[in-house]
């Protein structure tokens, strides 16, 4: 995992956290969500291309539960 996907990944779990705590709403986290999420989705698609599968996509519904 390369320093930019970490970095997004902690901010997303920051962002879960906080969620969870009700520090914010659901419209903020998903905000401070969305570039892990792009992120994730971008790598899955492309893992998923190289092997001739379908890619599993990030559901913020699932990741903030």
């Known amino acids: 995992m390369n320093l930019e996907i970490k970095?997004?990944?902690d901010t997303a779990e920051y962002a879960r956290m906080m969620?969870?705590?009700g520090a914010i709403?659901?419209?903020e986290a998903a905000?401070?969500?969305k570039p892990y999420a792009?992120?994730?989705n971008a790598k899955s698609k492309e893992?998923?291309?190289k092997y001739h599968q379908k890619?599993?996509?990030f559901s913020l519904a699932a990741y903030l539960r």
């Open 7 to 9: 970095a997004l990944k």
């Open 19 to 21: 969620y969870r705590l």
């Open 25 to 27: 709403t659901r419209e």
């Open 31 to 33: 905000e401070r969500i």
């Open 38 to 40: 792009d992120a994730f």
């Open 47 to 49: 893992i998923a291309d």
């Open 55 to 57: 890619p599993g996509r």
